[in-house]
Nanobody
Framework: VQLQASGGGLVQAGGSLRLSCAASGRRFGAYGMGWFRQAPGKEREFVAAIDWSGLSTDYADNVKGRFTVSRDNTKNTVYLQMNSLKPEDTAVYYC?????????????????WGQGTQVTVSS
């Protein structure tokens, strides 16, 4: 599946953004999906994941309670709602997918990656 992330931008600390990841292909509903981010000079890190059904989600500790991952399989899209943003959330955000019901929390668990969208949070 091909993935296209969008929705990034510049926002002040405390603000919100919603990222979208649109997928091409007819098997999106069978994909586990994840969001990752990479700040300059740092490793790509896990942010959130959602299983094929949308009923099971997982979050990194540093975004729990602030970010929400969801999906709409009728629109082939997964979302990341980000609230109470902090400067340390600044990074390029990537969506990723794997043809499996579960959604892992490690980068090596995914086969398909989007191109990334920049999120910048100013203090």
């Amino acid at each position: 599946v091909q993935l296209q992330a969008s929705g990034g931008g510049l926002v002040q600390a405390g603000g919100s953004l919603r990222l979208s990841c649109a997928a091409s292909g007819r098997r999106f509903g069978a994909y586990g999906m994840g969001w990752f981010r990479q700040a300059p000079g740092k490793e790509r890190e896990f942010v959130a994941a959602i299983d094929w059904s949308g009923l099971s989600t997982d979050y990194a500790d540093n975004v729990k309670g602030r970010f929400t991952v969801s999906r709409d399989n009728t629109k082939n899209t997964v979302y990341l709602q980000m609230n109470s943003l902090k400067p340390e959330d600044t990074a390029v955000y990537y969506c990723a997918g794997r043809l499996a019901t579960l959604a892992p929390t490690i980068t090596s668990g995914y086969t398909d990656w989007g191109q990334g969208t920049q999120v910048t949070v100013s203090s």
